[in-house]
Nanobody
Framework: QVQLVESGGGSVQAGGHLRLSCAASGRAFSRLGMAWLRQAPGEVREFVAG????????FNANSVKGRFTISRDNAKNTLYLQMNSLKPEDTAVYYC????????????????????WGQGTQVTVSS
C-alpha cells in the first residue's frame, strides 16, 4: 500500500502563488508515477500535472500551461506542485495520486490510471 499526504493548500488572492507538497510512504517512491489532479465544486476531477519515473512531466495545457510546475524529490519521497499566477478558476481540492510507474516515461492522465490517492488539500483563489 502507498500512503499519500498532501499539504500546502490555502487561500490566496489572484496572481499569488502556492506550493503543494505530497509526502509518500509505503513503497519506493522512485518507482511510483505521480500526479496532481483537482476537483472544483460541481465539477469532475481533472488531471493537472504528472511526472514519470524518469521525471518527464506533462501538464493540462488548457488550464495551467506556463503557470504550474511539477517536480519530485526521490530522496525525500515528496512530490511538489508549484503554482504561480493563480486564478480564481484554480480554486479546487487538489489531490496527489500515484500509480505503479509503468515505463520510465509513462504519465497517466485519467483518474483510473491512479491506484493511490491522498485526502486532498483545498486551494482557494479570490479575485
Amino acid at each position: 500500500q502507498v500512503q499519500l499526504v498532501e499539504s500546502g493548500g490555502g487561500s490566496v488572492q489572484a496572481g499569488g502563488h502556492l506550493r503543494l507538497s505530497c509526502a509518500a510512504s509505503g513503497r519506493a517512491f522512485s518507482r511510483l508515477g505521480m500526479a496532481w489532479l483537482r476537483q472544483a465544486p460541481g465539477e469532475v476531477r481533472e488531471f493537472v500535472a504528472g511526472i514519470s519515473l524518469s521525471t518527464y512531466s506533462a501538464f493540462n495545457a488548457n488550464s495551467v500551461k506556463g503557470r504550474f510546475t511539477i517536480s519530485r524529490d526521490n530522496a525525500k519521497n515528496t512530490l511538489y506542485l508549484q503554482m504561480n499566477s493563480l486564478k480564481p478558476e484554480d480554486t479546487a481540492v487538489y489531490y496527489c495520486a500515484a500509480n505503479n510507474g509503468g515505463t520510465s516515461a509513462y504519465i497517466g492522465r485519467q483518474i483510473d490510471d491512479y491506484a493511490y490517492w491522498g485526502q486532498g488539500t483545498q486551494v482557494t483563489v479570490s479575485s
